[in-house]
């Protein structure tokens, strides 16, 4: 019944794999988890390369791992071809049946499942066969909230989450066999497509920039009805559309939902219902303002941020008259990258610190800022970090600007290459 979609998806069986692709960083904790007996989810927006972390993962297990390669069973679940099955748990069953007769697989079977919430009962499946302790599962999503649920659901404590982003500036460096000692304007040039045209591959990897244009120019709208609209059912998809392009182009900027409420003429449970929706595509970030008190933190107006610089400046505005903010944004990621809470902070003096960030207990100052030549800028960037750190007493505190590199009393000036490729 199955048994051409599993050909057409796994041609793994029948030819040799290829080592093509950008080493990831979450490669390298993806093979660590594999000695696990855990169900590993790799969660993030699509197309930031969730498919191709698992072919890397194909070869590596045949290549480097010599397992056989009729033990591994690797299926797109958002294929067309498994359409009108994604309702019935028993389709599940059967395409794994129907894997079985074909391959005759002997020993430990690896089952990657991408896309995995386009089956409504994926989890049932998955947690039998756990519990068998025959197969090991990696499964992708593309919606964090949910999938996140559904393992919560049935395999509560037997799972272990990968969050996937595109690709960063770091692995475009590597990609493009560069280091931290290539000539400064080879770096600087790489950035400044980085900064315009982002990290997802489709579009950071075209030849032709026009190309990379029109693919950031319809992803955010395609991701948008794919994840959101259908998700909710939403009725006026162009209140969602109109709410989405707005974040975007104001990134960084606090907000409410009372007032945005007021700006789009909703109320504001269906706007904390569109924002959340949007935050668990993994399109847009919501940062809070840091308090010790969790009641005060909800309370106070939250700052978007967005999956990739390429995205907010093919949707939103020209890169040239708000570099300053995607400057931030990149900040933002590379902190999310590295598993940092990330918060803002505003003194009682009303100055505000773009992140505070907090990794196992140990909390930081950021401020990001194109150039402090000026002695105004250098003077508030400056009096806000003192202000913070003398109020909540966090003594690490670093400017990060383009190109300038120093120490100033206490405080790490930073530029945003050093930064980027020193973790």
């Known amino acids: 019944m199955f048994e051409n979609a599993l050909k057409e998806q796994n041609p793994h069986w029948n030819q040799a794999?290829?080592?093509q692709w950008i080493k990831r960083h979450?490669?390298?904790?993806?093979?660590?988890?594999?000695?696990?007996?855990?169900?590993?989810?790799?969660?993030?927006?699509r197309r930031a390369g969730k498919s191709t972390?698992?072919?890397?993962?194909?070869?590596?297990?045949?290549?480097?791992?010599?397992?056989?390669?009729?033990?591994?069973l690797f299926l797109?679940?958002?294929?067309?071809?498994?359409?009108s099955y994604v309702t019935e748990i028993k389709s599940l069953h059967k395409i794994y049946e129907d894997y079985l007769r074909l391959m005759n697989p002997s020993g430990q079977i690896f089952i990657l499942l991408d896309e995995v919430q386009f089956f409504q009962q994926w989890?049932?499946?998955?947690?039998?066969?756990?519990e068998?302790?025959?197969?090991?599962?990696?499964?992708?999503?593309s919606n964090s909230a949910l999938l996140s649920s559904d393992l919560m659901t049935l395999l509560s404590g037997r799972t272990l989450p990968i969050e996937m982003f595109p690709l960063s500036f770091s692995e475009l460096m590597s990609h493009h066999r560069l280091t931290q000692q290539s000539p400064t304007h080879q770096i600087q040039r790489l950035f400044d497509r980085y900064i315009k045209f982002g990290g997802f591959p489709d579009a950071a990897l075209a030849g032709d920039e026009s190309i990379a244009k029109d693919i950031l120019n319809s992803m955010g709208k395609s991701i948008l009805y794919q994840d959101v609209t259908a998700r909710l059912n939403i009725k006026k998809p162009v209140d969602l559309e109109r709410l989405f392009f707005y974040l975007i182009s104001n990134i960084?900027?606090?907000?409410?939902?009372k007032k945005l409420a007021e700006l789009f003429s909703l109320n504001d449970k269906t706007i904390k219902e569109y924002i959340e929706a949007i935050h668990e595509s993994n399109l847009l970030y919501q940062t809070e303002k840091f308090s010790y008190s969790l009641k005060a933190q909800m309370r106070h107006p939250k700052k978007p941020y967005a999956i990739d610089p390429g995205l907010v400046n093919s949707i939103a505005f020209r890169f040239s008259e708000n570099r300053g903010r995607l400057l931030e944004n990149i900040v933002f990621l590379e902190l999310k990258r590295r598993g940092y809470q990330v918060y803002y902070y505003k003194t009682k003096n009303d100055y505000e610190v773009d992140f505070l960030i907090n990794k196992q207990n140990e909390f930081e100052l950021i401020q990001v800022c194109s150039s402090i030549n000026e002695l105004s800028t250098r003077n508030?960037?400056?009096?806000?970090?003192?202000?913070?750190?003398?109020?909540?007493?966090?003594?690490?505190?670093?400017?990060?600007?383009?190109?300038?590199n120093e120490l100033i009393n206490d405080i790490h000036i930073v530029s945003i290459y050093d930064f980027l490729m020193n973790h």
């Open 132 to 141: 068998q302790k025959k197969c090991k599962f990696i499964v992708t999503g």
């Open 26 to 45: 979450q490669f390298q904790k993806l093979t660590q988890l594999l000695t696990t007996p855990h169900v590993i989810s790799v969660v993030g927006v």
């Open 252 to 257: 960084s900027t606090p907000f409410t939902y």
């Open 123 to 130: 989890p049932i499946f998955v947690k039998a066969l756990y």
């Open 17 to 19: 794999t290829k080592d």
């Open 380 to 404: 508030r960037e400056i009096r806000a970090l003192e202000n913070a750190s003398s109020e909540i007493k966090v003594t690490r505190k670093r400017i990060i600007t383009e190109d300038q």
């Open 76 to 83: 797109n679940l958002e294929h067309p071809y498994f359409a």
């Open 53 to 72: 972390l698992l072919k890397q993962l194909i070869h590596y297990l045949i290549t480097e791992k010599h397992m056989s390669k009729e033990n591994i």
